[in-house]
């Protein structure tokens, strides 16, 4: 997530662009919010003009949306204001249409917006990560004590993705009226944040109101926070949400990054020694197997009885399929091998 600290902004003092990619349908407009000009990753405030109608077809990128104002038909569903859809790239959604007009914010997370029309889930998309919800009526507020440190009481949160590995979140906050916390933080990870309804105050940046938006990298100092009569926000992580508190507002990124790992050296001294150590230092990180693995074999020729829908999950069994009478070799866990003609 490259992308530039971008704070204060509101998309309501910018004018709508019509959407030219290849694969989008007329009567589609955006306002970009923020945009990682290496991967063309990006968020955005998307208006679908009435009677707009795209063909069912999956996104290259993981892609999450909510919708801000309006209906939109996804299928044979009406989401509403609040519906949240998380769909991994290669998952092909149903036609989407609006009749009066629909306000969403869009995110693509992995790669520029696309859209290729088809009716069937890519062979490799991971499909039963995909899910919607009406985030407003389906989902209870939560206290906003995901991580410790918390914040104050006061700010609630509805979770709508989470990612075990990475630990990135997607989720709905709320600050309650009269809302105040009055110590500065930053992360360790950035954030994005987008005001659905309401104003809230910050001490660096001052008020953000309904449309205000900001992507935040690490170690950014924020705070203190106040909101008069209340917000509701869409926020998002890119990675574990760690609050490091302060009182010290004139503290430099670099300063922070430095205390962020003298407190790791304290908490757990041999893993920041690991860090640090050249045999172990990969300036791209270490691979982890189970981001690079295929997680479905070629579809060519290859059973397709046992695809997932959506709601089954099935693990590929790992072997190649050869057309019949075609040479193929075995290997075995004593280490012979064999040849079949």
């Known amino acids: 997530m490259a992308r530039p600290h971008i704070e204060p902004f509101c998309d309501r003092d910018t004018g709508f662009k019509n959407m030219i990619l290849p694969g989008f349908a007329g009567g589609m407009r955006y306002k970009m919010l923020s945009l990682d000009v290496d991967s063309g990753a990006c968020s955005m405030t998307v208006q679908y003009d009435g009677g707009y109608r ?9 892609m999450e949306m909510i919708v801000i104002e309006g209906e939109l038909q996804v299928g044979d569903r ?9 769909v991994p790239a290669g998952y092909a959604l149903p036609e989407i249409s609006t009749a009066q007009g629909c306000l969403v914010l869009v995110m693509y997370n992995t790669g520029e917006p696309s859209h ?14 995909y899910h919607s919800v009406d985030s407003y009526m389906d989902l209870p507020w939560a206290m906003g004590n995901v991580t410790k440190p918390s914040v104050a009481a006061g700010c609630l949160i509805k979770l709508l993705n989470y990612n075990p590995i ?16 009055d110590n500065i933080s930053y992360h360790d990870c950035a954030e994005e944040s987008y005001h659905l309804w309401g104003t809230s105050w910050m001490m660096q940046f001052g008020e953000v109101p309904t449309g205000g938006y900001f992507w935040r990298p690490a170690y950014i100092n924020h705070g203190a926070f106040a909101s008069e009569y209340g917000c509701i926000a869409l926020g998002r992580t890119d990675s574990k949400l760690f609050n490091h508190f302060h009182y010290n507002p004139w503290s430099t990124p670099v300063e922070n990054v430095e205390r962020s790992a003298a407190r790791l050296y304290k908490r757990d ?18 691979e982890d197997f189970e981001d690079t693995m295929q997680r479905r074999g070629d579809e060519q020729g290859h059973d397709t009885e ?16 050869h057309e019949p009478g075609s040479p ?3 290997t075995h866990a004593d280490g012979t091998t064999h040849s079949h003609d």
């Open 328 to 330: 193929h070799t075995h």
């Open 306 to 321: 046992h695809k997932s829908d959506g709601k089954t999950h099935d693990h590929w069994h790992g072997h190649h399929h």
């Open 166 to 181: 990475s630990h990135a979140m997607t989720f709905l906050y709320c600050m309650t009226p009269g809302y105040y916390q």
């Open 54 to 62: 795209r063909a069912p077809g999956f996104s290259w990128s993981e």
């Open 116 to 129: 290729e029309e088809s009716t069937e889930h890519h062979p490799l998309a991971q499909v039963d990560l």
């Open 78 to 86: 009406t989401c509403r204001k609040g519906h949240y859809f998380f």
């Open 269 to 286: 001294p041999l893993l920041y020694k690991w860090c640090l150590s050249k045999d172990h230092n990969h300036p791209h990180g270490p």
